[in-house]
């Protein structure tokens, strides 16, 4: 999308104007005037516009232009200011940014298996906005456009079916993502994975035939003496469950258990592509977790990369188990911060819905931190406990741990399985949160964002990346 700003009052023909009232909200008329087109959307009271209304709105303006087929559109914020009193971003130039990354999002799709239409697909090609083109404006236009587009690789990596996506087509998308960037990519391959002693990630891939991989990317943009953010993502390329398999009801979108992933591998990208000066690594635990002859049993006992040995009592609950060997995996770097981030449970989504991701961690500070900043990002956060009390669902009694608690029933899964990693992180000596995307793997009706993968959490994970002062946690 091509997002440029006019040299004076008069809109180009060809423009469809859209301009904003306090008509109802949703309302829409077409008038014209002048020969120019215009779109009056009805934005509701001003008085009940905020910061996120703002972000929907900002969605529906290209959602509105592609329902009307306009490819350019003319949209000016200036000329109504008494609409956005109640907006603030911290800059001008993060308002622009703001604007830039959801018109992005909103203007993609994943078509990827579709054929394209005889008329064009509906998009937009151009927005002209008629504000003022300062240079604070520019900047965060061009940065939001980049940010924007980080997202809509990650949705469009998310999106790509099990049959098309697997564990080694996971690695191979994160090379590609970083090619011609300061990254390096290394990716262990099963072999490697036994060998080094990764018994979970081995053991949840064990029933497939594609084998599982672990990805690591490397971007060195801060000093020498400054430990890394690590970024750790769940890439279960496909999840039927195991031999707990999925009803048939939970199993679809599956292959989007890998969002995760696809979240860390680009923003490990756009750490290097805005050449942030911080040094980052991102960890890709990849695998299928399918029903194969050689597939992990209920009940088998596999001994993870940290020594400690798993009884693995629900086959299903597997990401836990690909991320505890990752976490161990993060202590070689030495770490500043580790966080994770999984389309873990369907627990989160019981607790949150899908309007908020599960925050979970020790660390006070920290958890402030990411709250903070995923309301300024849109990514948002709720934060659930993680206390001692429920560390007695992760204890077995034939192995050091159990994955999953056979007596706790279905209540407090999200902290369960955080609680689990919990086992393996506090081993890190640095401040670490878990990130359950379940909520927000998938858009919502009321987003104005296509269906499929949201790319949730690269917006957030930039802001982290930038912000980050390990004197704070």
Wanted: aromatic share 6%.
């Amino acid at each position: 999308m091509k997002i440029t700003f006019a040299k004076g009052a008069v809109i180009p023909k060809g423009y469809l104007h859209i301009r904003f009232t306090e008509d109802s909200k949703g309302t829409k008329r077409l008038v014209r005037e002048n020969g120019v087109e215009s779109l009056e959307l009805g934005i509701g009271k001003a008085k009940d516009m905020n910061n996120r209304k703002f972000t929907i709105l900002i969605r529906s303006i290209v959602q509105t232009a592609k329902q009307q087929k306009a490819k350019r559109i003319a949209v000016g914020f200036d000329s109504t200011p008494e609409l956005w009193k109640n907006i603030s971003f911290s800059s001008i130039e993060r308002g622009a940014q703001h604007f830039a990354e959801n018109v992005e999002m909103a203007n993609f799709e994943f078509r990827t298996f579709k054929t394209k239409p005889t008329e064009g697909w509906k998009e937009v090609e151009e927005i002209l906005l008629l504000d003022e083109a300062s240079k604070e404006m520019r900047a965060g236009i061009a940065r939001g456009q980049i940010v924007g587009q980080a997202v809509n690789d990650t949705r469009e990596l998310a999106n790509l079916p099990g049959g098309s996506m697997t564990p080694k087509g996971l690695a191979k998308a994160a090379k590609s993502a970083v090619a011609g960037l300061p990254v390096t990519v290394e990716t262990l391959n099963r072999a490697a994975l036994i060998k080094l002693g990764m018994g979970l990630l081995a053991g949840v891939g064990a029933g497939s035939t594609e084998e599982p991989t672990f990805t690591v990317m490397t971007y060195k943009g801060g000093p020498a003496t400054e430990k890394p953010i690590i970024l750790a993502g769940k890439g279960i390329t496909f999840d039927s469950g195991g031999l707990n398999i999925k009803p048939s009801s939970s199993i679809y979108e599956m292959h989007l258990d890998m969002s995760g992933g696809a979240a860390v591998i680009h923003s490990v990208a756009l750490a290097a592509r805005l050449k942030l000066k911080r040094n980052v690594i991102g960890l890709i635990p990849a695998a299928e977790n399918m029903l194969g002859n050689g597939a992990t049993r209920p009940g088998d006992i596999l001994k993870s990369l940290s020594g400690k040995s798993v009884e693995v009592t629900d086959t299903d609950a597997e990401g836990r188990l690909v991320l505890a060997d990752a976490l161990t995996y993060a202590k070689r770097f030495k770490p500043g911060v580790v966080v994770d981030i999984a389309t873990l449970t369907g627990a989160a989504v019981v607790a949150l819905g899908h309007h908020a991701n599960g925050l979970m961690t020790r660390n006070d500070a920290l958890a402030e931190q990411l709250l903070r900043l995923s309301e300024e990002t849109g990514d948002y956060l709720w934060r659930l406990p993680l206390w001692d009390e429920y560390e007695s669902v992760v204890k077995s009694e034939f192995a050091d741990l159990q994955n999953h608690s056979l007596s706790g029933g279905r209540y407090g899964g999200a902290t369960n399985g955080a609680i689990f990693l919990w086992q393996f992180a506090k081993d890190l000596g640095c401040p670490w949160a878990h990130i359950d995307i379940a909520p927000r793997m998938t858009t919502v009706a009321g987003e104005e964002l296509a269906k499929g993968a949201s790319g949730t959490s690269v917006r957030l994970l930039l802001s982290f990346m930038e912000s980050w002062d390990p004197r704070t946690t």
